[in-house]
């Protein structure tokens, strides 16, 4: 497989799983609060319009997200030149929400693997891109 195609499959997967965040967005708030209490531990989700408007609204922009990229990786060679700023971009988010997370007080598994994940991932779209420019 050569560096370019394995760029444009990493982030159509990529796309794939952001896509899932959409009906995300449509999830009862008892819903919510079960993940929230039982699958990650941090007690009950705080009952207000804020929590209900930021955990809806974040799902749309991540979903968003994804239908950004899959738009990039299906027609690749158009949109290909983005790759590397879509990378960048996931370094710095990556960065930036591990700030969030430390100042969160999110679990320390949490905070381990959110943001370094997200900025490795962008950093491993980088090394593909120049990869897959020194062979054209």
């Known amino acids: 497989m050569t560096s370019d195609r394995a760029l444009c499959l990493l982030l159509r997967a990529n796309a794939v799983v952001l896509l899932c965040a959409a009906p995300c967005a449509l999830l009862p708030v008892a819903w919510m609060d079960a993940v929230h209490r039982d ?17 809806r609204s974040l799902s749309l922009v991540y979903a968003l997200h994804g239908a950004v990229t899959l738009a990039v990786t299906l027609n690749w060679d158009r949109y290909r030149p983005l790759a590397p700023v879509l990378a960048g971009l996931h370094v710095v988010f990556g960065l930036g929400m591990l700030a969030v997370d430390l100042d969160s007080g999110v679990p320390w598994w949490w905070a381990a693997t959110e943001g370094p994940g997200i900025a490795t991932y962008g950093a491993v779209l980088l090394v593909l891109y120049r990869r897959a420019n020194r062979a054209r």
């Not at 699958?39 to 955990?55: C, E, N, Q, S």
């Open 39 to 55: 699958w990650l531990g941090l007690g009950p989700l705080p009952d207000a319009v804020i929590t209900r408007y930021m955990a």
